[in-house]
């Protein structure tokens, strides 16, 4: 057994549980073992000597829900906006198109590196037929979706059949690889490129293998237009790729109920962007099991109007935070979205984007019993911030208002170092 590691601060933040002031976090091997004030240490720990972090805060790493890292190499390239959204996806797909694979895998890797530099631990990565050797060979636990996309629906049995193969192949390399940090998420892109076929066939699938999903939901006003009409700028590109299905017949409905009748929401997972929620949509969250997830910085990117956040809170919905991808961000930060949220959802209790970026992040993602807090069981994912004023009485105002550094960034008790 490899000795006890104790990490010392003027400040714990366990998120499950108050600020801990001049506290102590215990690890042994890859878990926490306990977490406390220092005056209230374990004699076993008595013998060993701390590492000592002053004006510094321990918190759990971050967790961004909702990233697809593929699209690192587009950092700065692409402009966007609300009203032109899909002006904005033929710019990505040209890009995509462009990537060699070898660089695909590099854009990942690079994405992965920032996560973890700026305190990410956990990260929800979406592509289509996404390659694991990026996630098998990096520290940072990841849980990667198979992003299927297809609208018509003759397409649908092929595009489950890849579905499938690619979980076994995914699942596979994950045994070889001897690799407990990688799990496996199924996510139908959305509800205007994904067929209704398509959609209840990842389901099932999702269910069969008990995998979270994760889609893109009413993340735009055109996105609603089409659903309830079949017209607008997201049709006219269906059109335009040779996508459109001419029997598919609008359900009249808003996406969330869309989906919700199709069976998504009855899964756990991620509900990406919600952007535009009536109250009845907001009920329908509520009823059902994948989390809201708001990407900050993104929905500055496109110049969205207010999120309803606060609105999901209020009604008892939880809602976790990411980070989008740097086609549509200015960065990978978790701290960065963090602080975003506090400033445009002000009367929201700043601690809870804390919450939002932790463990309610962890828990859409399935993995709320591994990860998210500090907690003694738990694995040891953790950041230690560093740069808290002599005078702080509380760590929470500094984590929205300080220039803080990542000093140490753990996963599984083991130092993350960026290459």
């Known amino acids: 057994m490899s000795k006890p590691l104790l990490l010392a601060a003027e400040w714990i933040l366990p998120v499950s549980a108050g600020p801990i002031r001049d506290g102590v976090v215990a690890i042994e091997g890859d878990r926490i073992a ?42 700065g390239m692409l402009q966007g906006s609300a009203e032109q959204f899909a002006d904005w996806i033929r710019s990505v797909i040209r890009l995509q198109q462009s990537l060699p694979a070898e660089i695909v895998s590099r854009s990942v890797l690079a994405g992965l590196d920032l996560l973890a530099s700026t305190g990410t631990t956990t990260v929800a990565h979406v592509s289509t037929l996404p390659n694991l050797d990026p996630f098998l060979t990096h520290p940072m636990r990841s ?10 629906a003759g397409r649908a049995p092929d595009l489950i059949r890849q579905a ?23 996510a139908p892109h ?38 309830a009409t079949a017209t607008g700028q997201l049709r006219d590109l269906l059109v335009e790729r040779g996508a459109w299905e001419p029997a598919w ?11 919700y009748d199709l069976g998504v929401l009855a899964r756990p997972g991620v509900a990406a962007h919600c952007n535009y929620l009536s109250d009845a949509d907001i009920r329908l969250l509520v009823q059902g099991q994948l989390t809201p997830t708001w990407c900050p910085g993104s929905h500055r990117f496109f110049g969205h109007h207010d999120h309803p956040a606060a609105r999901l809170m209020a009604a008892r919905a939880p809602v976790a935070l990411g980070t989008d991808s740097p086609a549509s961000n200015v960065a990978l930060n978790m701290l960065h979205e963090v602080r975003l949220a506090a400033q445009d959802r002000p009367e929201v ?3 809870v984007w804390i919450r939002s970026a932790t463990l309610t992040a962890a828990e859409a993602l399935g993995l709320g019993a591994v990860t998210g807090s500090l907690e003694a069981g738990k694995a040891a994912d953790l950041q230690v911030l560093d740069g808290l004023p002599e005078s702080a009485t509380d760590p929470l105002p500094p984590l929205f208002e300080e220039r803080l550094r990542v000093r140490l960034v753990l996963v599984d008790g083991r130092e993350v170092r960026i290459k």
Do not use: C
């Open 164 to 186: 499938e193969e690619w979980l076994e192949a995914a699942e596979n390399a994950i045994r070889a690889a001897r690799n407990p940090r990688i799990t496996l998420g199924l």
């Open 249 to 259: 017949a609008p359900p009249g409905v808003s996406p969330v109920r869309y989906l």
């Open 34 to 75: 306990w977490v406390g004030s220092r005056r209230e240490l374990p004699s076993r720990y008595l013998q060993v000597l701390p590492r000592v972090f002053p004006r510094a805060v321990i918190l759990p790493g971050w967790v961004n829900a909702h990233s697809h890292l593929n699209l690192t190499a587009a950092l």
């Open 349 to 351: 209790d700043p601690s």
């Open 143 to 152: 849980v990667v979706f198979h992003e299927p996309i297809g609208f018509s």
């Open 190 to 227: 959305s509800p205007y490129s994904a067929s209704p076929q398509l959609i209840r066939g990842v389901v099932r699938l999702a269910e069969m293998h008990q995998l979270p999903l994760s889609v893109h939901l009413a993340e735009t006003l055109a996105e609603a237009e089409f659903v």
